[in-house]
């Protein structure tokens, strides 16, 4: 049985975003927002899925496990990872007005972030070890990003590359036990040519387990006086995900002991494909830190792979 019910606030703990065959399904529908969308995908040993992109680009992030998605007439395999702290993952992208099968003889977890779009792009694959692995902050605000489906940052920068989309723009964060991220609280939820873009976000959780107990980790998004007042002080576990329409968000906290993970999946209306951020006035001050502090000599918890297994399309 499907629903199609909004939900009733901005931090959906784990199973209440369950839909159909997915263990949480985000639509702009049920987000109350355009554009952006999250779904993760649990197959059996053997099983498959069947997906109809419909108006929204994809891209097939294995969280767990591996997979072969066919599409566009073409068959990609997708060799995964043990788990979101173990390494990083090959992907595939998808375009809109498209049917997929994914299926997995092994079983595994999957991510399925989209966005609605108006180009219609290829279908191709995403190696692992092309996956930029961005090392953000210093100190206790040191964190790994995975950039798998950044947008190519204007004018350079740090973050690398770029993957190519229309609006979708998607990214991992992996911030060691006792760590703030998302520091200093930001926001982008105006259009600001130049300055700041406009992107509703999903934040998807994964708390890593110690010493036999699940983890926990905090976020907070504060609101911005713009769209719809966004107030969010959440402890968020495995499975959890933090709608974020609008308002300063960050910091995303770890519990000492238990190292996080978010997956981002932005999308907005502005014709520019960008990752345009406004730090809080309040709090920017502490990037001039960073430069006299070390990074976290925990990080990077891992690297992207110097090249592609083989028989990997390319």
Avoid at 113 to 128: D, F, K, S
Wanted: charged share 20%; hydrophobic share 30%.
């Amino acid at each position: 049985m499907t629903t199609t019910d909004p939900f009733p606030g901005f931090h959906v703990q784990a199973g209440k975003a369950a839909d159909g065959p997915y263990a949480v399904d985000i639509t702009p529908e049920r987000a109350g927002w355009g554009y952006s969308s999250l779904r993760v995908l649990e197959l059996p040993p053997g099983g498959s899925h069947s997906l109809a992109t419909g108006d929204s680009e994809w891209i097939v992030l294995p969280l767990s496990g591996g997979c072969t998605v066919i599409a566009e007439g073409e068959a990609f395999e997708l060799h995964g990872r043990e788990s979101v702290f173990s390494g990083v993952s090959d992907f595939v992208y998808l375009p809109r007005d498209s049917h997929a099968q994914i299926a997995s003889g092994a079983g595994g977890r999957f991510a399925l972030t989209g966005a609605r779009c108006e180009r219609r792009l290829p279908a191709r694959y995403g190696p692992a070890s092309a996956v930029p692995v961005e090392l953000r902050g210093s100190g206790n605000c040191s964190r790994q990003v995975n950039n798998f489906g950044a947008a190519a940052p204007a004018g350079g920068g740090n973050s690398g590359g770029g993957f190519e989309c229309d609006k979708l723009i998607a990214v991992e964060v992996l911030t060691p036990g006792g760590n703030w991220s998302s520091y200093p609280p930001h926001k982008h939820d105006q259009c600001r040519p130049g300055e700041e873009s406009e992107l509703e976000e999903i934040y998807y959780f994964e708390i890593a387990e110690a010493h036999g107990n699940e983890g926990i980790g905090y976020q907070r998004v504060s609101p911005s006086g713009h769209g719809r007042g966004t107030d969010v002080l959440a402890e968020v576990r495995s499975g959890d995900t933090v709608l974020i329409p609008d308002g300063w968000h960050g910091p995303s906290i770890a519990a000492p002991g238990h190292d996080m993970y978010y997956l981002n999946v932005m999308a907005g209306p502005e014709e520019e494909r960008a990752w345009l951020i406004c730090d809080h006035p309040d709090h920017g001050w502490i990037r001039s830190t960073w430069p006299d502090q070390p990074v976290d000599p925990r990080l990077p918890l891992y690297q992207a792979p110097d090249s592609a297994p083989a028989g990997d399309p390319r």
